[in-house]
């Protein structure tokens, strides 16, 4: 699908995976906007991208958020891609941790809320959004891109709810794009393994590097973020990708922890 005169809506856009890809989107000719709970940090990439690149501050649980972005994207033009690439919570601990005690439902509930809920919320709104386009070659409206990670596939121990979610993003991929295929609107997920974002923390980069890298295979290093964004950008320009999950991690795989 080409962006030229369409528009992107980036959810996380200014995070790790989302600034990289904004800025692909961006050079490939979308209206991007970086909706995003980061009021500074979105703001500050919509500035330094300057033409109709957009800040919307947006909760992905928030269905008035969600709809106000949406809307802000398709007053740019067609809203054609929107990469679902929010954050949320860090892995917790194993169900019963060494100290005898459950880990507690509301962090369980809380983190599958935002992966999970969070990721459908903004698809489905997305998509609604979508559905009113005219239709480009091959009856395309748009596509929906989300986010899920290697744990969806191989949970680590004390990764239950992260596991959990994202292995629910993945099992959402297949049934969202037959129900929105009528529509022309493709749904892909993307599985990162370990990339170095802003989600590991302030350490020096070489030391993370050092724990993560060598964990992978080939290369061995973490994933840069811009490696997801070009996956991303692919994904949203050939119209025959859809309704599965594309592991990006260097061949790596998650063992017990
Ligand atoms: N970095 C990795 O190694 C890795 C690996 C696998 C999967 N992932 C997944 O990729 C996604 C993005 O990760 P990242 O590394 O870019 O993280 P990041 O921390 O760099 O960026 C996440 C962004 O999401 C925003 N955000 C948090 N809560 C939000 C909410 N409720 N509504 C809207 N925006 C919200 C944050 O403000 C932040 O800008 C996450 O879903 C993560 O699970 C990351």
Redesign the pocket.
């Known amino acids: 699908m080409d962006m030229k005169g369409a528009s992107a809506l980036i959810?996380?856009g200014?995070?790790?995976?989302?600034a990289a890809t904004t800025r692909r989107l961006a050079q490939a000719g979308a209206q991007v906007v970086i909706a995003?709970?980061?009021e500074e940090?979105g703001a500050a990439l919509a500035r330094e991208l300057g033409g109709g690149a957009r800040f919307c501050k947006?909760?992905?649980?928030s269905e008035g958020s969600v709809s106000a972005a949406v809307a802000v994207a398709a007053g740019l033009g067609p809203l054609r891609a929107a990469v679902v690439?929010?954050?949320?919570p860090a892995a917790g601990a194993r169900i019963i941790g060494r100290d005898g005690k459950r880990y507690p439902f509301s962090t369980f509930r809380r983190t599958v809320d935002?992966?999970l809920n969070?990721t459908f919320n903004v698809l489905s709104i997305a998509a609604e959004a979508m559905a009113a386009n005219d239709p480009l070659a091959d009856n395309q409206r748009g596509v929906v891109i989300t986010?899920a990670?290697i744990a969806g596939f191989e949970g680590q121990a004390g990764q239950s709810d992260y596991s959990a979610a994202k292995g629910g993003v993945i099992g959402l991929t297949l049934t969202a794009a037959r129900d929105l295929a009528p529509l022309g609107i493709r749904v892909m997920c993307i599985a990162?393994?370990?990339?170095l974002?802003?989600?590991f923390g302030d350490a020096d980069p070489a030391e993370i590097q050092a724990q993560w890298g060598p964990g992978v295979p080939n290369p061995k290093r973490m994933g840069d973020p811009d490696e997801y964004a070009r996956l991303a950008t692919h994904i949203v320009e050939n119209d025959f990708l859809n309704g599965t999950t594309i592991r990006i991690d260097g061949a790596q795989r998650f063992g017990i922890k």
């Open positions: 959810v996380g200014a995070g790790g995976f989302g995003d709970m980061a940090k947006t909760d992905v649980l690439v929010h954050g949320g935002i992966f969070g986010t990670s990162p393994g370990t990339f974002t802003p989600a």
